[in-house]
Structure formats: C-alpha cells, structure tokens
C-alpha cells in the first residue's frame, strides 16, 4: 500500500542556513515542498533542488507571497533581516504583516516560525534589537488568525551557523584573550539537529496549539564555558579568558571582525543579544514533539558533532562541492564562505600534451620509489622531521608501484579517494597542526585539452596551525609547482603504447634532479 504524502509545505529562507537544512528533512519525512526563494539561482547547488517547487519572490511582495502560499498547508517562516537600526526592525515588520496576511486568505493550516528565546524578566523595549525584532514577529504571526507555532532558540550549534562560527574562529585563533563581560552570560544552547526535528515535528501539531514554545538542549552554560568545551573537543590547550566590562557590544564585534571572518555586520547583532540571558523556561514542546531517547543533545555532544562533521566533510563539501551532506551538521556548499572554519589550499594546474589516460597513469604511480616530481630534498626533510617528532615519515611507500586502492598508505600519506583515470585524493598522516589533503585531477577543459590539476588543502588547528602554514607558504612554489609541472612533463612523455612501465620511467627519471633531462 502506497503511503500517502505529507502535507505541502513552503519554505522561506530556503537559501539560508536553518532552510537549506529543512528542506531535505522534510522531503525525508514525506512532505511535498516549495521554496519561496528572492533568488532562486542560489537554490541550484542544492542536492535537493530537482525535488522541490520553486518559486520566486521577495517576502515584501504581497503578490509573491500569496501565489507562493496558494494550495500550502504549513508554511515557514524563516527569514529576517539583519541590523542594529530601526530600519530592519521596520523591514521585519513589514515583512511578518505580509506573510500573515496572506497565510490567512490562503487557508494555510500552520504557520511555523524560528524566532529567539528571550530573558522572561527584561521588558521587550529592553531588550536587543534583534531579539526584539525576533519577538515582535513571532506576536504578529501568533496574531493572525493562522495556528501557529512559535520556536524560540539561543545559541544554535552546527556548521554555519554563525554563533557557532564565532565560537570556533574566537577558541580558534586565540590561545589567551580579553573579553567583552557577555562570555560569562548564561545561555541554552541548541543542536541544530534537535531544532529541525522540532521544526518538522510542528507541520503535525493540533489546530488548537497557538503559541510559542522554549527550545534548547541538555545543559546551561556561558559563552566562556563553550569557547573552553570547544577547545577540549578540538584538541586544543586550554584557553585562558579574561572578561572584561569596557568591550561594549559595538566595540566588541568591531573586535570580533578583526580576529574572526564573521563580518561585524553580524557579529554586532549576535554580541548585542549576548548580553540577554536565555535560558529555556519550559520543556512544553516535548507535549507535541517527543523527545528522542536520551533526551536533546547536550553540548559537549553538539560541539562535537558539528567539528566532526566539519572535519569530515570539509573537503568534499566546502572544496569539490561533491558531496551530499549527511546529517544536518555538515557544512553546505551554499553556507557564507566565512563558515565553516579555516581551510588554507593552494592550487595549481597544467595544461598536458598528453592523453587524460597517460596523465592518469603518472598520478597512479606517485610516490614511493617514483617520488613526488620536485624538490626531493625537500621532501625527504620533511620526512626526517616527521620522523623525529614520532611521526611515519616516508619509509612506509607505497603497497603496488603502479596501481593504488582506497586505503593505502603512500609514505607519509593514505589515500583517501579514487575516481579511477580521474581523481585521487591523499589524506596526510605525518605529524601536522591539523589535517591536511593532497587532490589530484586528470580533467579536459572547453577545448579538449588535457589539463592537470592539483590542490593541497591545509585546516589549521589552533593559532599553530596558523602559523605553520604562513611558515611554510614560501616554499610552495619550489615543491607544489613544481610538483604541477614536473607531472604535466612526465605525462607528456609516456607512449600510450608503452603503459604503465613507461610511466613509472618517465616518473624515476625526475627523483634525482626535480626536473625532466
């Protein structure tokens, strides 16, 4: 018997971080979807966009937003405008009008919006302006004669989301800092998993539940707990943190913005509401939406999720944009390029006189006994230290001289990926402040060219990280350019005819002298 589908639903702010991970989940859950979208160009990098209704249209629109709305059941309401003046209030404001109005003559079932949990104690007028903007929203769309449901969350911790950004480049990036007094406020904070099962869980909810509800996870904590449980979970030192009172919000973000990517524009919002403690009130929404087994995710578990995802997915997401994310704390190739932490490549490529098959059959043969097409004394160094620091070094070589399988080790690397004839990408083991990728590419450009490309990626860890990518950066033009063209030559010069034994020659012929003779 065929399961009938869910109830259609629309989505605003499918571009941004909470709907660009809703979406899926409720495709997963049986629902059909529809993304209102202003442009709907940015929705194409989506894995999940050949699934959807697009529509296009600003969330100003009256227009728009009532053809988007047309033949909806639940709609949600995800998007806000970002400021500190009086003006994105009023934006927000107007644009909450519009979409309850609407809702209404629609005959949409329920609204669901994501709003901010707010200190019961501090008068609204009071209160930050975005949080103030966040509640004023949820009021109006509570008052629109539209059942709807109102979730309210502090901190959200995943990739991309950008309190958790700043979490990361602040523990990051600095080993001992000078606070603003907000990193002693308490806060609830939230996995992002646990809010997209709230969100999906409220499409479901009785026509008679009108009202807002706390959500959080397991545990209250201040920012300067969770900068030192990140550092913990990232294998960090401990962080030494000092607040103090005279860093006001404004000069805080200004600082923020000078130590992390997260743009002040941002980061002044975020800081200014920091000052407000949030703590949930009440566990209500476990009434309509159950809780798992075991409960919401505690922090530890949520920082750890979404650094272990991060570090997982980080190449193929944030890199080749290859990959489908797997759970909902893995990065998108649409989140801001400031998410996601810091990732330091260097790139190269090559046009080839050579077949993309003879290219492929030097890439194959890499390493070990053939080398690594530059500056052999450079890496036989960088062999010698990793061996004096613990770590494998280059004795280990590789397991076959002509072909490699997923797994292996190849000196002081393990391979990671294999597209064969096209892409092989290696994972560093040698001792590193962090891990670190070699990719490379036998492709064809617009011309049918054969083309070489190459790309080392590097994720510091801590200010070490850092500064062993800037101490090394000099070099890389002797041994990954070199490396680049080395290989373009050597694939220039292996005969179809011959195969593989003529690859691992041309190959040897370049481990002495770096260079083709």
């Not at 617009?446 to 590097?458: I, M, P």
């Not at 080395?486 to 220039?492: G, K, L, V, W």
Request: one cysteine or more.
């Amino acid at each position: 018997m065929t399961a009938q589908p869910g109830p259609r639903c629309l989505v605003t702010g499918a571009t941004g971080y909470i709907g660009g991970r809703l979406v899926p989940q409720l495709l997963d859950a049986g629902h059909e979807v529809r993304c209102l979208a202003r442009t709907p160009e940015k929705l194409r990098d989506h894995p999940w966009v050949g699934r959807v209704e697009v529509a296009a249209g600003d969330v100003l629109d009256r227009e728009a937003v009532g053809a988007a709305l047309r033949d909806v059941e639940v709609a949600y309401y995800l998007v806000h405008a970002l400021g500190t003046g009086a003006e994105f209030e009023h934006t927000d404001r107007r644009a909450a009008r519009i979409f309850a109005e609407q809702a209404r003559a629609a005959g949409v079932r329920r609204i669901v919006y994501l709003g901010g949990l707010t200190p019961r104690d501090v008068p609204t007028g009071r209160l930050s302006p975005h949080l103030r903007s966040r509640t004023e929203v949820g009021e109006i769309l509570l008052a629109s004669g539209v059942p709807t449901t109102v979730l309210r969350a502090a901190v959200i911790i995943g990739s991309g989301s950008a309190s958790f950004e700043m979490l990361r480049y602040l523990t990051e990036r600095l080993p001992a800092m000078v606070t603003p007094s907000w990193v002693r406020t308490r806060l609830q904070p939230i996995a992002v998993r646990d809010v997209l099962r709230y969100l999906v869980g409220s499409a479901a909810m009785p026509s008679d539940v009108n009202r807002a509800f706390d959500i959080g996870g397991t545990g209250v904590v201040t920012y300067r707990d969770m900068m030192r449980r990140y550092a913990t979970v990232a294998g960090l030192p401990r962080r030494v943190i000092v607040p103090v009172p005279v860093l006001t919000p404004r000069l805080s973000s200004h600082w923020v913005g000078l130590v992390t990517p997260v743009p002040a524009s941002v980061a002044r919002p975020l800081a200014e509401s920091l000052r407000h403690e949030v703590v949930c009130h009440e566990h209500d929404i476990a009434d309509h939406v159950p809780d798992p087994p075991g409960g919401p995710l505690d922090v530890d578990t949520a920082l750890r999720l979404a650094l272990q995802r991060v570090r997982d997915a980080q190449v193929t997401t944030r890199w080749s944009s290859a990959s489908v994310p797997g759970a909902p704390s893995d990065p998108l190739p649409t989140d801001p390029d400031w998410t996601g932490g810091s990732l330091y490549t260097d790139e190269r490529e090559a046009v080839v006189d050579a077949s993309p098959a003879d290219l492929w059959r030097v890439i194959e043969g890499i390493g070990g006994e053939h080398g690594w097409y530059s500056f052999p004394l450079a890496w036989a160094v960088r062999g010698w230290l990793d061996r004096l620091v613990g770590g494998v070094g280059l004795r280990r070589g590789r397991r076959d001289a002509e072909r490699l399988r997923i797994g292996d080790s190849l000196d002081f690397w393990r391979v990671e990926e294999i597209e064969r004839g096209r892409l092989l990408r290696l994972r560093a083991e040698m001792r590193l402040p962090g891990p670190a990728w070699l990719e490379m590419r036998a492709d064809t450009d617009g011309s049918g060219r054969t083309r070489y490309r190459q790309r080392a990626v590097f994720q510091p860890r801590g200010l070490l990280g850092h500064a062993y990518w800037w101490s090394i950066s000099p070099f890389h033009a002797a041994v990954f350019g070199g490396m680049a063209r080395n290989i373009a030559r050597a694939a220039s010069r292996v005969d179809a005819s011959e195969g593989r034994a003529s690859a691992a020659s041309a190959s040897g012929r370049l481990t002495k002298g770096g260079r083709t003779r």
